[in-house]
């Protein structure tokens, strides 16, 4: 994966008619007496120093008490209020968890993040209120349902070394067909980039076997589309060496596809009634470069592309603010995912240490390039040494033809720009590093492995 600026090409992109999008968010305050608003305000001046401006604002029903605040990075304000804890469903109970969901307040704040700074504003929110209020439990993002636990507060928003994360502003959803529909086949689609000034992206009629890959293209394109101009409808991007799609409107793509599949114009009504507000916001449907049939022009997903991804044979652009978010995020959490491999490697058990040295991946250039393009790659991890790593090549890399899959590198592990691990049917990345040290637990008490033994793994 290479850096896109000498690549990009400047384009307005003001044919997709988007307003910025709120932001909210939701601060759970696990106390039976409410945060009244003289110790909030007070806790906020104390965060943020003397610049901050704090005014209270007239309130409804719901809300003990509102203020709208102004801090200096965050060019549109906010406005925070509090309010008693809503009932939520069994779902919800279990996506925020149990501290969280028995709290009996709420704090809330909205904001507007500025297009050209998002992720730095969205970092300054969430940090505000869990630094501000050191008793808050979890904080939700309300547009993609995130949850951010305490933990995960104190290590990825409060730390001396945390830094904004631009991955945190969208997250990607895999939605169906509609019943009797063709369940081979899904749309996969953005929520949150509306709130940066751009469209919500997806890709449509897209086989669940590429489902993993076009993900990758959509991540990819979401962070190019953050540092660089968004193409106007019609109009391509290229991503990659010799990688191009092409942007179109949602009103030209509807009538190319099956009336039952996921994203036809039938299935988008139905979206939108149930819920599915991010299907009510512009959205560009993400295509091949050029369309299919010489009598009738079909606009279809970007199979080549993905394919390519998939065979290990795309290098993609990435901006140095994604390469510096994901090695930030894995340099994080790099001990989970130590701990997590040589848990399974130290069991002496052979299906366990199999299951390790080909379940867990890490990213990382390609040892022997440099310059201006260097490549990106994945590599399984067979052992882990200190600060080393001996690595396995997965995919042949583009720009190194001597070195095939099943070469083996040694690495120092400062080296390593993201992290994933695979075991069965989940995958976990650093955002879930909490999750996989679980379920390694879970896979040992499964095999009944030995407690672990002593030695390097």
Not at 169 to 191: F, I, K, N, Q, S
Not at 251 to 277: I, M
Not at 337 to 359: E, M, V, Y
């Amino acid at each position: 994966m290479t850096n896109p600026d000498d690549h990009a090409e400047e384009h307005p992109g003001h044919g997709w008619e988007v307003e910025p999008q709120e932001s909210g968010f939701v601060a759970f305050w696990p106390h039976e007496e409410a945060l009244t608003g003289s110790e909030f305000s007070t806790a906020i001046a104390a965060w943020v120093g003397s610049e901050v401006a704090i005014d209270a604002i007239e309130t409804d029903d719901d809300a003990i008490w509102a203020f709208g605040v102004q801090i200096p990075g965050i060019e549109s304000g906010l406005v925070i209020w509090c309010e008693r804890s809503r009932d939520l469903s069994d779902g919800d109970r279990a996506q925020i968890g149990q501290s969280a969901s028995q709290s009996p307040w709420v704090i809330r704040l909205q904001t507007i993040l500025s297009s050209d700074e998002p992720a730095e504003e969205y970092f300054m929110s969430v940090g505000l209120l869990g630094g501000a209020l050191p008793d808050v439990v979890a904080i939700l993002d309300v547009v993609t349902g995130e949850v951010y636990p305490r933990a995960r507060i104190d290590r990825d928003f409060l730390a001396q070394d945390a830094a904004p994360v631009e991955r945190l502003l969208w997250r990607l959803g895999r939605y169906e067909a509609l019943p009797d529909g063709d369940t081979t086949l899904v749309l996969l689609g953005t929520c949150g980039l509306s709130r940066c000034g751009i469209p919500e992206l997806e890709l449509v009629e897209v086989p669940r076997a590429h489902s993993e890959s076009g993900a990758v293209l959509l991540h990819t394109l979401a962070g190019l589309l953050l540092e660089n101009e968004m193409p106007d409808p019609g109009e391509t991007l290229e991503v990659g060496d010799d990688l191009v799609v092409r942007f179109q409107k949602v009103g030209d793509v509807t009538p190319c596809v099956n009336p039952t599949a996921a994203g036809s114009e039938p299935w988008r009504v139905q979206a939108r009634d149930h819920g599915l507000s991010e299907f009510a916001l512009p959205r560009a449907v993400v295509c091949a470069e050029m369309p299919l049939g010489q009598f009738r022009s079909l606009w279809v997903w970007p199979r080549e592309v993905v394919e390519r991804i998939e065979a290990g044979k795309a290098v993609l652009y990435m901006t140095q603010h994604s390469v510096r978010s994901t090695e930030r995020r894995a340099r994080a959490t790099w001990v989970s995912f130590a701990t997590a491999f040589a848990s399974l490697i130290r069991t002496g058990n052979p299906r366990l240490q199999a299951l390790a040295r080909a379940g867990f991946t890490v990213q990382a250039p390609v040892p022997g390039t440099s310059g201006d393009r260097i490549e990106q790659s994945w590599f399984s991890v067979q052992k882990i040494d200190h600060d080393a790593l001996t690595v396995a090549v997965v995919d042949q890399p583009i720009t190194r033809q001597d070195v095939g899959p099943g070469s083996h590198f040694t690495m120092a592990t400062s080296s390593v720009t993201d992290w994933r691990v695979e075991i069965g049917d989940e995958m976990f990345d650093p955002d879930d590093a909490d999750a996989l040290l679980l379920a390694i637990d879970r896979v040992r008490e499964v095999d009944g492995a030995q407690p672990p033994q002593t030695g390097a793994s």
